[in-house]
């Protein structure tokens, strides 16, 4: 049974540039949250997205953006990158059914960002 | 709004001896509750989590922890800790149907010899 997937591992940008990452659910799970963890930090939640619409934002700005297809994979686009966006970025995968619904969140291995 | 303070950002216990790591959450509404560990240069692997069923959670590794209402809080427990467990521990807190999780600040578990 595979578990979340996520695509690249590491990734180099400079700023200005745009980014896409990447994430493919666990097998049975149709949710996708999107987490950014700055160095020496907790994860701080983006978005979600399920039957392919984003369903809830934390506090990014319109900078960062996604998509949900078809298969429940998503990617997380990011704009106009800045010094400060550098962060491990996780996807994390649930489904509304069984013990904890939605909020029972597992995590891939994430992609490590750097901008210089 | 949720929140999560975790007690300590580093902890240190020798090999064989008890882990405690403290977690203390606000919410405003009966909350979900996680703990979540995270080894090296990887992503976050569920530990334990609460739902409003028993009290006391069993998770893998040994590890359980137990929900306590009236001093809000969730702290994680090992009785013998192992050079295996050293990692970053993570509380996480999410409002019933929030969906979304809150984390803490992270606490770094160091095991000495």
């Known amino acids: 049974d595979a578990g979340v997937t996520q695509s690249p591992t590491h990734l180099i940008k400079t700023r200005g540039q745009q980014v896409t990452l990447r994430c493919s659910p666990k097998s049975g799970h149709d949710t996708v949250s999107w987490y950014q963890q700055a160095l020496g930090q907790g994860p701080q939640f983006i978005f979600q997205?399920?039957?392919?619409?984003?369903?809830q934002r934390g506090n990014f700005p319109d900078r960062f953006s996604g998509h949900q297809f078809p298969n429940y994979s998503s990617e997380l686009n990011v704009n106009a990158l800045l010094l400060g966006d550098s962060a491990l970025y996780l996807c994390?995968?649930?489904?509304?059914?069984?013990?904890?619904?939605?909020?029972?969140?597992?995590f891939g291995p994430g992609t490590r960002l750097l901008v210089l | 709004a949720q929140s999560v303070t975790q007690l300590g950002s580093q902890v240190s216990v020798s090999e064989g001896a008890l882990v405690l790591l403290r977690c203390n959450y606000s919410?405003?509404?009966?909350?979900?509750l996680f703990w979540y560990v995270q080894y090296p240069n990887q992503g976050l692997q569920l530990l334990l989590k609460y739902t409003s069923a028993a009290t006391l959670v069993k998770g893998i590794n040994g590890f359980e922890a137990e929900f306590k209402k009236s001093e809000t809080s969730f702290h994680l427990t090992k009785p013998s800790a192992h050079m295996s467990d050293a990692a970053e521990y993570f509380c996480a807190v999410s409002e019933v149907g929030a969906q979304k999780l809150v984390f803490g600040q992270g606490t770094r578990l160091t095991i000495n010899p």
């Open positions: 919410s405003s509404v009966p909350p979900y």
């Open positions: 997205y399920y039957e392919e619409e984003e369903r």
């Open positions: 994390a995968s649930s489904t509304l059914t069984g013990t904890g619904g939605r909020e029972t969140q597992y």
